[in-house]
């Protein structure tokens, strides 16, 4: 499993990095690292995402409103395959919409797993609602 230290944590995901919006809540994440690349996305990608909020699993149903938003485009599951080949350079923003009931000032913590040969894991994120 990948691991990210905590103090780059913080930039990636800054301070205002959460926002309720109608219907969820959008984290904002800025690459600090290097430019991160999608090699390619497997055909059921489902079985390759988890999110939790709070410790809990989002549903297969829920899961299918994750978006992830970039300044090109926004992917769903039901577009994941044309997320192959993006760059996010360094700098650049990707947010990612998650659905739920978030209210101003609630801190969530949330986790993606992208489950791969090699795991990879934005865990542990707990961020103040804006």
Not at 1 to 15: A, D, G, L, N, T
Not at 19 to 28: D, F, I, P, R, S
Not at 94 to 110: C, D, Q, R
């Amino acid at each position: 499993m990948s691991y990210i230290p905590k103090y780059i944590m913080k930039r990636m995901f800054p301070e205002d990095s959460f926002k309720a919006v109608e219907g969820g809540l959008e984290v904002t994440m800025v690459n600090v690292i290097s430019p991160l690349s999608v090699d390619e996305v497997p055909d059921d990608v489902e079985n390759y995402l988890e999110a939790t909020v709070n410790g809990t699993k989002l549903t297969d149903e829920e899961k299918k409103k994750i978006k992830i938003i970039t300044s090109q485009k926004t992917y769903m599951l039901s577009n994941a395959k044309e997320f192959a080949g993006v760059v996010i350079p360094v700098g650049d923003k990707l947010k990612v919409f998650l659905p739920g009931k978030f209210e101003v000032g609630s801190e969530p913590e949330i986790s993606i797993l992208i489950k791969t040969e090699h795991p990879f894991e934005l865990g542990g994120i707990k961020r103040k609602v804006c």
